[in-house]
């Protein structure tokens, strides 16, 4: 079965200034982003690519950009199923203020009790996720072979709710992984079992250096949609 590749967006102005984005419409890569993005064809220059799967938020398809530019032969597949969790009434709102939502609670110590006012919950999130991978990964290896390699470009809550179904976790252990802006994950699908074989790839250890936390969130407890990555 295939190899899937999971790249989380570029660094996104929601990311640097503390926004719970969700799918609010415009928001964009910012100038870290961008090259962040601009990097990615280097990064993943030895991969035969069978095609590029994106969830549909400006964001990703800026991240992908310069891939595309440099792969102008690669496919590129939009699928809302692997789009942002749909935070409902929380989207557009600043982590900060969020914290001391007593949902909050819940989305970090029991996430699949978590559902978003006016969104969705996020087990629903999860299963979609989850089932857009199998379907592409059927699809890829009857188009392309069960050697092939494809991508996905993503958001931080679905990578870590696919790494959690490869490695097996439940859902309520989802929030204790972590992927930075514009990583490479790495999950080598078989007949019986996946393997994790990379996590949040960025070739940048400036992210474990100590660093002033701008997202709201408390001290022990996961940037919900993902943080802003190293400095």
Known sequence: MPMLILVRHGRSTANTAGVLAGWTP?????????????????????????AAVTSPLQRCRETLAPLLAARPELPLHPDDRIGECHYGDWSGRKLAELADEPL???????????????GESMRAMH???????????????????????YLMC????????????????HLDLFQRISVEPCSVTAIRYTPTRP?????????????????????????????????????
């Open 154 to 169: 993503s958001h931080g809550d679905i990578i870590k709710a696919l790494v959690a179904d490869a490695l097996g976790l």
């Open 26 to 50: 415009g928001v964009a890569l910012d100038e870290r982003g961008t090259a962040q993005a601009a990097a990615l064809p280097g990064r993943l220059a030895g991969l035969p690519l069978a």
């Open 195 to 231: 393997f994790l074989v990379r996590l949040g790839d960025t070739g940048d250890f400036a992210g474990l250096a100590p660093r002033e936390e701008n997202s709201g969130n408390r001290g022990g407890d996961a940037a919900v949609g993902g943080d802003a990555g190293a400095p």
């Open 104 to 118: 909050m609670n819940i989305v970090q110590q029991h996430p699949s009790a978590a559902a978003f006012p006016g």
């Open 127 to 149: 299963a979609r996720a989850v089932e857009a991978v199998r379907d592409w990964n059927g699809r890829i290896e009857r188009e392309h072979g069960a050697d092939a390699v």
